[in-house]
C-alpha cells in the first residue's frame, strides 16, 4: 500500500531564508504532485513531477523527483511571509487516485 | 475555461441524516475524483468516476456513494453521518487516464455533522 511521508510537519522559518522540505513515498510511483493550502482554502496545485530527475521551478519554489530514492524535495529559497501556509505532497497511487502526505504548515516570519 | 465548482459551500447536518454534495468539473474533464480532509490532515481518497463509471474506491464505508452524469458533473452522497464525517469534502477534475496529469481542485464543501 502505497504511503507518503512529509518533513517536517511545521516549519518556522525567517524571511529571506532557505530551506528544504522532504516527502517519502513507499512504494513505486509515476507522478509527484505538490500542492498548496491556505487556511480554509482548497487546494492550489504548484508542481507536477513526471519523472526521474525531474525539476520544476516557480518563484521561490523549486521541487525535484529521485525515483529511485521515492524522494521528492520542495526548496524555498529566500522565503517570504506570503509563502505561509499547508504544502502537502502527493504520489499517484491506481486508478489515478492521489495519496496525500500530512502537509507541512509553513510560517514564515518577518 | 470554467474551474471545478462546488456546492454547497457549508453544511450542518445531525448524525443519521442523510447529505448529498455536488461538483462540475472543469470544461473538457471527464474525471472526478472525491476526497475527504479531516482538521489538520492530508486529502484521503473516497472514489473517482470517469466516463459516468466508478474507477477506484478508497477505505470508506458503502454508506459514502456517488454518481457521475453525462455532463461529468457528480454527486458524493452520505448515508448515516456520522460525527467523524465532519470534514472538508474536494472533489478534483482531470481530463481522462492517459492525457493531462492535473488534477484541479474545487473549492471544497465543509460539512459539520453534530
Known amino acids: 500500500e502505497l504511503k507518503v511521508e512529509q518533513n517536517p510537519l511545521f516549519l518556522s522559518m525567517q524571511e529571506g531564508k532557505n530551506y528544504t522540505i522532504y516527502c517519502n513515498y513507499s512504494t513505486t510511483s509515476d507522478r509527484l504532485y505538490w500542492y498548496r493550502q491556505d487556511p480554509g482554502k482548497s487546494l492550489e496545485s504548484l508542481f507536477v513531477l513526471l519523472s526521474n530527475g525531474a525539476v520544476k521551478q516557480e518563484g521561490r519554489l523549486m521541487a525535484s523527483l529521485d525515483t529511485k530514492a521515492r524522494l521528492s524535495t520542495l526548496h524555498i529559497t529566500a522565503a517570504v511571509h506570503d509563502l505561509s501556509a499547508t504544502y502537502f505532497c502527493?504520489?499517484?497511487?491506481?486508478?489515478?487516485?492521489?495519496?496525500f502526505g500530512k502537509g507541512m504548515k509553513l510560517t514564515v516570519n518577518p | 475555461e470554467t474551474g471545478v465548482t462546488q456546492s454547497p459551500t457549508h453544511l450542518i447536518k445531525t448524525r443519521g441524516q442523510q447529505v448529498t454534495l455536488r461538483c462540475s468539473s472543469q470544461s473538457g474533464h471527464n474525471t472526478v475524483s472525491w476526497y475527504q480532509q479531516a482538521l489538520g490532515q492530508g486529502p484521503q481518497f473516497i472514489f473517482q468516476y470517469y466516463r459516468e463509471e466508478e474507477n477506484g474506491r478508497g477505505n470508506f464505508p458503502p454508506r459514502f456513494s456517488g454518481l457521475q452524469f453525462p455532463n461529468y458533473s457528480s454527486e458524493l452522497n452520505v448515508n448515516a453521518l456520522e460525527l467523524d464525517d465532519s470534514a472538508l469534502y474536494l472533489c478534483a477534475s482531470s481530463s481522462g487516464l492517459t492525457s493531462s496529469y492535473e488534477q484541479y481542485f474545487g473549492p471544497g464543501t465543509r460539512l459539520t455533522v453534530t
Open positions: 502527493a504520489a499517484k497511487g491506481g486508478s489515478e487516485k492521489l495519496v
